[in-house]
């Protein structure tokens, strides 16, 4: 193909990538019209109801609910509802809609905001109902298939793509650049040694030194000093220089092992407790070190037949994590995410796995003058050089009650939330949005959204409800010493045994490679 031929093809894919784009950003305006025009949206009050469960949503939802109003004429309600049996209050709701009950009267909502492993049961139950623009809005031009794969159920899309939690390597900028720092001067110094050693320096008279007076020396000090208070650590050039920061990005640890020889090795300041500390108590947490090996529900985390927990790339992943407790020496009983993530922020930690949360807390400490370091966002590290990592996401989405008799507006509504204004959800929420293409003041983000991309998402079949209590379950166990072997064989035993479907008896080792 020739040069001419190739820039040709390149402009035309970026005009057909602009051209879904430009479709898909206005396609709740068009199909709007189309229903204005059949007149299919309500009459007595133009109003549509949302629910949703997380109080810090509620400035954007708001906001974004008034802007739609302005441009369409159709009010969007927003209620703050209990997480507790959210898909129960639902069902309840739009039963019995109308009737009072405890005082109050029932109001089904049009759509609502739920985590995606509870998507599968709304959906077979009726209180979801299928997006019938996912052809051309739920894409991989607009979403990362991890999004995708979240929102689908028997092999359609059931809800929008909100937002996202996952986890990440957090680790303390500040300290590690003063590393890279250190060591860019330390070669500095070793090659200018070996200059000297090939070019004897000139000898300075006596008339050259008498040149240089008392008050050039004075000024030269005091000019010394003024640096070291505006900053007494260099933490603010060595973060910003980019000699640094690129030498720091060949530093970060991409295995487990890289994290225990970096603390054998490293001369921490007296501030630091912990070179690396996570929350072994929570599975989310853990979960990255089986998580490339372990299939529980299929692609899209569906499939009732599909369960594999038990093989040697599972048992290998958790022999490195037994390992972890005999260098790190972490208590069950002593650790919590919250407690984890405030050490981190008063620069007690290099290291920890942190979710998405942790980026507003971090932004909102470093406002208030709580967290005086800056922070970094790295892909978390393999289990070994063999053995890769792979983290868990929850993705919270939009669904349309299937009980409501406006889907199809709730639908375009839904669109409007989390495609069409969805830059403006971390400015106003503190949540990062699944949709692609969104440009972020924080550049570290970008680092999120990649682990986001290369996570799994959690299983939506309901046969597994039980399965990450028992999986948190055989983590302690691992932990504390039993045999990670026999621990997975009964943990697949347990699981199996709950899938009526599954013809599974005894657990047999097998091979795997699950996102390799």
């Known amino acids: 193909m020739s040069r001419r031929q190739r820039t040709v093809s390149a402009v035309l894919i970026l005009g057909l990538l602009a051209l879904i784009l430009y479709t898909s950003l206005f396609t709740e305006d068009a199909r709007f019209r189309t229903l204005a025009k059949e007149e299919v949206y309500r009459k007595d009050d133009d109003s549509l109801l949302l629910w949703y469960t997380d109080e810090s949503l509620t400035d954007y939802l708001e906001t974004e609910a008034l802007l739609f109003q302005g441009e369409h004429g159709v009010k969007l309600r927003t209620r703050l509802v209990s997480g507790v049996e959210l898909l129960e209050q639902i069902n309840q709701a739009s039963i019995y809609e109308g009737e009072e009950r405890d005082g109050e009267v029932l109001e089904a909502p049009d759509l609502y905001i739920i985590s995606h492993d509870n998507l599968m049961k709304a959906y077979y139950s009726g209180l979801a109902t299928q997006i019938n623009d996912a052809d051309t809005a739920i894409i991989p031009a607009n979403y990362p298939n991890t999004a995708i794969q979240a929102v689908t159920c028997g092999g359609n899309a059931v809800a929008y793509p909100f937002y996202y939690e996952t986890n990440f390597l957090l680790y303390n900028k500040t300290f590690m650049a003063n590393i ?61 220089d980019p000699a640094v920061l690129e030498r720091l990005s060949t530093m970060i640890p991409s295995t487990i092992t890289d994290i225990t020889t970096f603390a054998n090795n ?3 300041p007296d501030t630091v407790e912990a070179v690396f500390k996570w929350d072994i ?43 972890m407790n005999q260098f790190f020496s972490i208590d069950q009983a002593d650790v919590s995410y919250d407690a984890i993530l405030n050490e981190f922020i008063q620069g007690k930690l290099v290291f920890t796995v942190a979710t998405t949360d942790a980026i507003a807390k971090m932004e909102q400490a470093k406002a208030e003058g709580e967290f005086t370091y800056d922070y970094g966002v790295a892909m ?6 063999i053995l890769k990592s792979r983290g868990m996401s929850v993705t919270n989405s939009i669904a349309v009650n299937g009980y409501s008799d406006q889907k199809e507006l709730a639908t375009v509504i839904a669109h409007y939330l989390a495609y069409t204004k969805a830059d403006n959800l971390y400015k106003k929420a503190g949540k ?14 970008a680092n999120v959204f990649e682990e986001y991309e290369k996570s799994v998402p959690l299983p939506k079949m309901v046969e597994a409800t039980d399965y990450w209590v028992q999986l948190e379950i055989a983590f302690g166990r691992v932990w504390n010493g039993e045999d990670p072997d026999i621990v997975l064989a009964e943990l697949a035993d347990i699981i199996g045994s709950q899938i009526d479907e599954l013809d599974y008896h005894v ?3 097998e091979q795997v490679t699950v996102g390799l």
Not at 206 to 215: D, H, N, T
Not at 380 to 385: E, F, Q, R
Not at 434 to 442: E, L, V
């Open 281 to 323: 108590t929570d599975v989310f947490y853990n979960y990255f070190f089986v998580g490339n090996y372990m299939d529980v529900g299929g692609l899209n985390g569906d499939d009732n037949t599909i369960l594999n927990v038990y093989n040697q790339q599972a048992v290998d992943c958790m022999k490195v994590y037994q390992a």
């Open 507 to 509: 657990p047999v080792q």
């Open 432 to 445: 990062i949005p699944c949709r692609k293409y969104i440009s972020f003041d924080n550049d570290e983000i």
């Open 380 to 385: 978390l590290p393999d289990v070994s050089t």
């Open 180 to 240: 890279a720092k250190q060591k860019l001067e330390d070669e500095t110094v070793y090659m200018e040694s070996l200059a000297d050693e090939e070019v004897p320096p000139e000898e300075e008279t006596v008339a050259e030194i008498a040149e240089v007076s008392e008050e050039e020396v004075q000024e030269a000090v005091d000019a010394l000093a003024a640096e070291e208070d505006q900053d007494p650590m260099g933490e603010e050039s060595a973060t910003s």
């Open 266 to 268: 490293y001369e921490a």
